[in-house]
């Protein structure tokens, strides 16, 4: 699978129309592109006038013809050591992403937050805490955290929101609710929700639940 070497999406401006005090990067799903979290930004960009908001494309292409969108890595199996070795493959593609994307800023690494969903939130969660200065914020919407089995090599400072479906049947909420116990153990701030009656998406619940906690780390 070719992988792009110069990843790239869709961005809105600070409302404010001046410069950036902070980065949010939104990061899609399996199957999906940078256009489908553009929307998240719409609605938190009232409360957050002075962020730029950016939504890469991830790096390769599916394998499918004829079904466009992305992935961040190829999801054949679906097994632990998949995940493992997909998201350790694809962090410094999105590593070197995010240094380009502050550096245009003039913005340093405690400027940026993370949000993504499924595959995304993978790729949220493997990056943002591996990051050498630790992001503002990390937020996982159902998603998984590749490797609960080696935490010891990441930064603790970063407070992370962890929400998923109760009734999701593509990434199970055990998934979420082991990462946060993995987490918490690490000695990470993690807030955790699982909501009732929610799939495999994000609903205004979640929405509310993402703006409030990055409100809160970004200001608070």
């Known amino acids: 699978m070719s992988e ?21 990067v939104l990061l899609h799903g399996y199957g999906a592109d940078g256009n489908d979290l553009i929307d998240l930004a719409r609605f938190w960009q009232p409360l957050f ?5 950016v939504s890469p494309h991830a790096p390769e292409p599916l394998p499918f013809e004829g079904f466009g969108g992305r992935q961040w890595f190829a999801l054949n199996e679906r097994t632990p050591t998949e995940y493992r070795i997909g998201a350790e493959t694809a962090q410094p593609i999105l590593d070197r992403f995010l240094d380009r994307e502050l550096d245009k800023l003039s913005l340093d690494g405690q400027s940026l937050s993370l949000v993504g969903f499924s595959q995304g939130a993978m790729m949220t969660l493997q990056c943002g805490l591996r990051r050498t200065t630790p992001p503002a914020a990390l937020i996982a919407y159902s998603g998984l955290l ?3 089995d080696r935490l010891n090599r990441i930064n603790t400072n970063t407070p992370v929101l962890i929400v998923n479906g109760a009734e999701d049947d593509v990434v199970a909420s055990y ?3 082991a990462a946060r116990d993995a987490l918490a153990t690490a000695g990470l701030q993690v807030d955790y929700h699982e909501l009732e009656g929610l799939g495999h998406t994000i609903d205004d619940r979640g929405l509310s639940l993402g703006g409030g906690f990055l409100k809160n780390h970004l200001f608070g």
Do not use: K, Q, Y
């Open 4 to 24: 792009v070497s110069f990843l790239d999406g869709p961005r809105l401006p600070p409302a404010s129309g001046g410069a950036a005090r902070h980065l949010i």
């Open 49 to 53: 006038p002075e962020t730029t908001f």
């Open 146 to 148: 590749p490797r609960v």
């Open 175 to 177: 998934h979420g609710r």
